[in-house]
């Protein structure tokens, strides 16, 4: 997922990441775009680092749904 989120930044934005760490692991990546700073973790790391407590209500956060190929929200 990570190589694909990195494929379609650059391809729709012409922006190519200045780190990432952990794409090809598949437990939890980071994109580091500067500005914009993507995680993408499986279910049971998320759950583990449960990363929505650090904001009051998560309502920020969506989550991408594989089955669906949608974002939910967190």
Known sequence: ???RVE?????????V???TEGVR???????DYADVIVHIF???TRLFYHLERLW???GNLEK???KTGT????
Not at 7 to 15: P, Q, S
Not at 71 to 74: G, I, P, Q, R
Request: proline share 3%; net charge negative.
């Open 1 to 3: 997922m990570g190589e």
């Open 7 to 15: 494929e379609l930044v650059e391809k729709e934005f012409g922006i």
């Open 17 to 19: 990441p200045t780190r």
């Open 25 to 31: 692991d598949g437990r939890w990546a980071v994109i």
């Open 42 to 44: 499986n279910d049971e």
């Open 56 to 58: 009051a209500d998560g």
């Open 64 to 66: 991408y749904n594989d």
């Open 71 to 74: 974002f939910e929200k967190a």
